[in-house]
């Protein structure tokens, strides 16, 4: 059974880059047909989803319109995992952030999820 | 903001059926897109309950259904116990990936 597990600096400091890698065990990210996700949750708030990155041969990424203009999604195939940068971090952005991996049937739906880890911005 | 709405919360004593609903537009539940549900207790990740409108992935218990019918969706628990109390989220799609706005589901 696949397993995902985030990891971050847990604290980042209003305009500076975020970066968390999700490691993804069980299961190798680039065997293809899975989507892998990222998603956050504000503080007592609900679900956003922030970008995918596929990979089939090659790499696509899929980012919510909304967060492009400062996000990356890429992947390491020879360490098992993936990782987000989020530039120019507000406290809008103090979330927590997970990993999970989307399955695509007309649509996707994510069956495999990390425990999600918690990011403040804050000086 | 989420393009889903559902209700904030619903309520219900041990043992009675509460439903969930969840309401889309033309360009994501009533484009066809399927609609997932999600079970979420606090301080843990969203758990998958049911995929592809009605399926329920190995271990969800049965009293966990799901519907689907033009651009809304529904979820019910029947015969409520104390440890359905959760967030509820569905999603869709719509260009990307969509959440509802959430349902906090109290047992009384």
């Known amino acids: 059974q696949v397993q995902l597990q985030e990891s971050g600096p847990g604290l980042v400091k209003p305009s500076q880059t975020l970066s968390l890698t999700c490691t993804v065990s069980?299961?190798?990210?680039?065997?293809?047909?899975?989507?892998w996700t990222w998603i956050r949750q504000r503080p007592g708030e609900g679900l956003e989803w922030i970008g995918y990155?596929?990979?089939?041969?090659?790499?696509?990424?899929f980012y919510n319109p909304s967060l492009r203009s400062r996000l990356s999604i890429s992947e390491d195939t020879s360490e098992n995992h993936f990782s987000l940068k989020l530039d120019s971090m507000t406290a809008a952005d103090t979330a927590v952030y997970y990993c999970?991996?989307?399955?695509?049937?007309?649509?996707?739906?994510?069956?495999?999820w990390g425990q999600g880890t918690l990011i403040t911005v804050s000086s | 903001q989420s393009v889903l709405t559902q209700p904030p919360s619903v309520s219900g004593a041990p043992g009675q059926r509460v439903t969930i609903s969840c309401t889309g537009s033309s360009t994501n539940i009533g484009a066809g897109y399927d609609v997932h549900w999600y079970q979420q207790t606090p301080g843990t990740a969203p758990k998958l309950l049911i995929y592809?409108?009605?399926h329920r992935p190995s271990g969800v218990p049965d009293r966990f259904s799901a519907s689907k019918s033009g651009a809304s969706a529904s979820l019910a628990i029947t015969g409520l116990q104390a440890e359905d109390e959760a967030d509820y989220y569905c999603?869709?799609?719509?260009?990307?990936?969509?959440f509802g706005t959430g349902t906090k589901v109290t047992v009384l």
């Open positions: 999970a991996r989307g399955v695509y049937v007309m649509g996707f739906y994510f069956d495999s």
């Open positions: 592809r409108n009605t």
């Open positions: 990155i596929y990979y089939s041969g090659s790499t696509s990424t």
């Open positions: 999603q869709s799609y719509d260009s990307s990936g969509v």
């Open positions: 069980g299961g190798s990210i680039n065997s293809g047909g899975y989507y």
